[in-house]
């Protein structure tokens, strides 16, 4: 087979790296019952795709990021990719041995989703795209693995929304991937992820500039959207991460000065995030994205959680966070628990981290000594 090149290098300068994008024609059945025609997905790939095509590493990305993984895409760029610490010659993900891809998924914003025009009227879907799961965006990135000429994974990874990802390769596409890491995530969401979720829902429909989801053609609900991303930074930072990083600083490190406008560090540092200069990502679909996180419940789908994990034979490595409140080591635990059961190959690591949730993002030299051993192990 020929290979495939995404080259990475890093000599002391910018890395720079191309967002591709691939095609899909013919029908495709999502979980609802409804069909898409067609389907673009964005991806970004580094490293180089060996003759055999079997040195493949798909990382799946979590809520609100892409596939923008790593490097920049043009010199100027403020930020390299969400994951850029991981990914590179000698990193975690060792680009001299492994080829690397990030994938976008159904209705993330760089892909087929609310923003792109319904074929029926020309016009952006908006809120008339319709919802997909996990288990959709898998069966593109299935698709789009086929199309680069990869017939199994060396391994999936990915963390919380990105986990549940990992999660279903392994369920759906057992003969595609070898390994699977599986990092902050439980066999479904919880009422409090979504409870919370809902709340950062009703932030962005409320904002004036909504319109019911039709907004492309206006400034759209750049305010809501905000909001919504602020009230979220609980979620993944942890009581005690915020005390350790802010305590109860001042902005100016002065006495308090008794008023109503931001007072503390705090304050400063979810300001910084609602004032990004340009929103993080499409409002709408956040929306789906944060729907189809919700979706994903392993015993109600399947009936039960050995019933689900039943398919699985890549080798399995959970990682979870001692301080992740909204994704708990014991329902992590669960899963790995099946697997020893059922006589899969499986592993469970339990880190420290102040950050919670936010771990595997910020933290991802704490992950390297579980995940290049475990994915440098021959099988057994």
């Not at 790939?45 to 809520?63: F, I, K, P, W």
């Not at 602020?230 to 001042?250: E, K, N, Q, Y």
């Not at 099946?338 to 704490?366: C, K, M, N, W």
Request: some cysteine; glycine content about 10%.
């Amino acid at each position: 087979m020929a290979e495939v090149d995404g080259a990475i290098k890093r000599d002391g300068g910018p890395t720079l790296v191309q967002a591709m994008n691939a095609r899909f024609e013919g029908p495709m059945e999502l979980n609802s019952g409804h069909v898409l025609p067609g389907f673009d997905l964005s991806y970004e790939t580094y490293g180089r795709l060996d003759r055999d095509g079997e040195n493949a590493v798909l990382v799946c990305h979590s809520l609100t990021k892409g596939a923008h993984a790593a490097g920049r895409h043009i010199a100027q760029d403020a930020h390299s990719g969400w994951w850029d610490r991981a990914i590179g010659p000698g990193h975690m993900l060792d680009t001299d041995r492994y080829f690397v891809v990030c994938s976008d998924v159904l209705a993330g914003g760089a892909s087929t989703g609310p923003a792109s025009a319904d074929p029926a009227t020309g016009c952006p879907y908006g809120a008339d795209f319709p919802v997909v799961t996990i288990e959709d965006m898998v069966n593109a990135q299935r698709r789009l693995m086929q199309h680069l000429g990869i017939v199994r994974l060396h391994a999936v990874i990915g963390g919380c929304f990105g986990g549940q990802q990992a999660l279903q390769w392994a369920i759906s596409h057992p003969d595609a991937v070898r390994n699977a890491v599986v990092i902050g995530t439980g066999p479904d969401t919880s009422a409090h992820t979504i409870a919370i979720f809902s709340v950062m829902r009703h932030l962005i429909r409320n904002d004036p500039n909504f319109n019911d989801g039709d907004y492309y053609a206006g400034p759209g609900p750049v305010r809501g959207l905000a909001n919504a991303l602020v009230a979220a930074v609980p979620l993944w930072m942890s009581r005690d991460a915020m005390g350790r990083r802010f305590a109860r600083r001042t902005m100016a490190g002065q006495p308090p000065r008794y008023t109503l406008e931001p007072e503390f560090a705090v304050e400063a540092f979810l300001n910084s995030i609602a004032n990004q200069p340009r929103p993080a990502i499409d409002p709408n679909s956040l929306l789906y994205l944060m729907r189809a996180e919700e979706y994903f419940d392993l015993p109600g789908r399947y009936g039960s959680l050995e019933a689900a994990l039943k398919s699985v034979s890549a080798r399995t490595l959970f990682v979870s966070y001692r301080t992740d409140w909204r994704y708990p080591s014991e329902e992590t635990d669960r899963m790995h628990q099946v697997l020893l059961r059922q006589g899969t190959h499986s592993h469970h690591a339990v880190l420290d981290s102040p950050l919670g949730h936010g771990g595997f993002i910020y933290e991802v030299e704490s992950l390297a000594p579980e995940v290049v051993p475990f994915l440098a192990e021959e099988d057994t």
